[in-house]
């Protein structure tokens, strides 16, 4: 009888999991490592005060395509009246000031996202036959729209420094450090279903109860939990495929399988893919986890003892002069901003390299400086008081995840991968089926998401299902 070993307990590992026992398999035959103390993976909903701070994934981003959000809707854990990005700087009611206090005018903000609104439209039209990076796009627009006078409450410096807030702003999208490094067209081939804002009322891991609550009776009648069948604290070291069953080593012990599904983040497939797999995994596979994009991104929460601010803020973003930028990673903060069901907490967000050197850094000097960013554009407005405490994500530093989410980058194009590429099964020298690999990276159009993550752990569920029905390997309904 067919057994497997499911590498990561994060959405992708879990769905798969979950599906295949709903659809029949023997849940003794499956063993799920997961090298964290807990389940999740980029899911890390942390219970706060009265509510919970999401460290990883926050929103449902659409409905329409997107597998999560039924589940979520069914069971009643949706808060759809948010309009704007909230909790990120995009909401209307969000000002913006340089990192010296200098404010920008309302009239300013406004002609400022006027415009960015007409390059997004135009870019629907324009980008099918853009062959260069989305960022270029960007910018060769903006250019052209100031040169014909667009902006008429600012200078130019002004325009161009608003402009790299922008940039900022939109690598929180794409994980990607600069947006030069996303293709424009690729962009298009990302959906983005209508409905980006829907949240969980209870925070994000409440999908983890509902993916795993169909878990059916054993054949000896006793009720076996799917958690029963993950092993937390078990990272996976070594992965020998190719003679037989599949070996897989862990620090204390050595597990085999007929079949492993590899779930584990790009990022960690990027650093360290050539060591964790005996043999090396073929040649189009190494070239997609090299070529395909993958960035950090990090949250910054910062609590007070109170707030010093009123309901009608909702935050504030930085922009940051050239010349008296530090050259370190508070020039790129992309602002503080008000949590829903958090009334003493603000978060700020920090992308790309700036967001690597971030996590170098102790949390005294984090909190001390972003302080000082929050009190010099807000101190003349509100009578601001210190932080008491900071919680941060260290999604990069951390071994088991290697950064945030990914993206189609240019040099996926150049290298002629995709992720489907990254997707593809793998076969020993006889031709049996013994790696599977899942995770939002896996997903064509959905990568960076709960939903592509979740589907693509249904996607690999099914395969081995139909592996199993046609050959040897029997389940056990
Ligand atoms: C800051 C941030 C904000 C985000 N916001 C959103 C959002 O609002 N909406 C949205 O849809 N998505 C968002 N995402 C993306 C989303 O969280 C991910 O796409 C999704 O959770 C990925 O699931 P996964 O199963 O593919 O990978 P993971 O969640 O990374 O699961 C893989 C698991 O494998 C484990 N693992 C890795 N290596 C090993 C090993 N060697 N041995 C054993 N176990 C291992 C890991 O510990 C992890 O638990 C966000 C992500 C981040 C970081």
């Known amino acids: ?75 009643g854990e949706t808060w759809n009246d948010i309009f704007t990005l909230e909790s990120t700087g995009h909401a209307n009611d969000v000002n913006m000031a340089y990192t010296d206090g200098r404010k920008i005018s309302q009239a300013q903000l ?75 067209v690729e962009s298009l081939n990302y959906f983005v279903e209508e409905d980006y804002t829907t949240v969980w009322k209870r ?37 020998r495929w190719n003679s037989g069953q599949v070996q897989v080593v862990c620090s204390h012990q050595t597990y085999y399988a007929d079949m492993v599904l590899v779930t584990c983040s790009l990022g960690v497939l990027k650093d360290r893919a050539d060591k964790l797999f005996t043999p090396l995994l073929p040649e189009k596979k190494r070239r997609a986890i090299e070529a395909l994009g993958y960035g950090t991104v990090n949250k910054i929460f910062l609590e007070f003892s109170k707030p010093w601010w009123t309901s009608e803020w909702g935050g504030v973003n930085f922009i940051t002069d050239p010349a008296k930028a530090t050259g370190e990673w508070e020039d790129r903060v992309l602002g503080f901003s008000t ?70 980058s240019k040099k996926s194009i150049e290298f002629d991968v995709c992720p489907s590429d990254l997707a593809e099964p793998v076969a020993d020298s006889n031709g049996s089926l013994r790696l599977l690999f899942a995770g939002e990276a896996t997903h064509d159009h959905r990568y960076s998401t709960v939903h592509a993550a979740v589907e693509t752990g249904w996607r690999e569920a099914d395969r081995i299902m139909e592996f199993v029905k046609e050959t040897k390997f029997s389940a056990k309904l």
């Open 1 to 75: 009888m067919m057994n497997l070993i499911i590498i990561g307990a994060g959405a992708s590992g879990l769905a798969a999991a979950s599906r295949l026992i709903e659809r029949g398999l023997d849940p003794t035959k499956i063993t799920i490592l997961e090298a964290e103390n807990r389940i999740g993976g980029r899911i890390f909903t942390v219970p706060h005060g009265s509510s919970v701070i999401e460290i990883g994934a926050q929103w449902v981003h659409g409905k329409e395509g997107n597998v999560v959000y039924p589940l979520a809707a069914a069971a």
């Open 110 to 184: 406004k002609e400022f996202k006027k415009i960015l609104e007409s390059i997004y439209d135009d870019s629907k039209r324009e980008l099918p036959q853009w062959k260069k990076s989305l960022g270029e796009y960007y910018e060769n627009k903006y250019g052209e729209l100031l040169d014909q006078g667009f902006l008429s409450s600012m200078d130019r410096m002004t325009a161009m420094d608003l402009l790299d807030w922008a940039q900022r702003a939109q690598n929180i999208e794409d994980g990607a450090d600069d947006w030069k490094e996303t293709y424009g």
């Open 203 to 239: 925070g994000y891991s409440v999908l983890f109860d509902i993916l795993m609550k169909n878990v059916p009776k054993t054949s000896n009648g006793l009720k076996l939990s799917l958690s029963d069948r993950i092993k937390l604290n078990s990272p996976v070291n070594l992965i």
């Open 339 to 408: 949590v829903r069901g958090q009334p003493n907490i603000l978060i700020g967000w920090i992308t790309g390299s700036a967001a690597r050197q971030f996590e170098t850094r102790s949390e005294a000097e984090v909190l001390l400086k972003c302080s000082a960013l929050l009190r010099r554009a807000v101190g003349a407005d509100f009578a601001y008081e210190e932080p008491t405490r900071m919680i941060r994500s260290l999604w990069q530093s951390n071994p088991y995840f290697c950064g945030s989410y990914s993206f189609r």
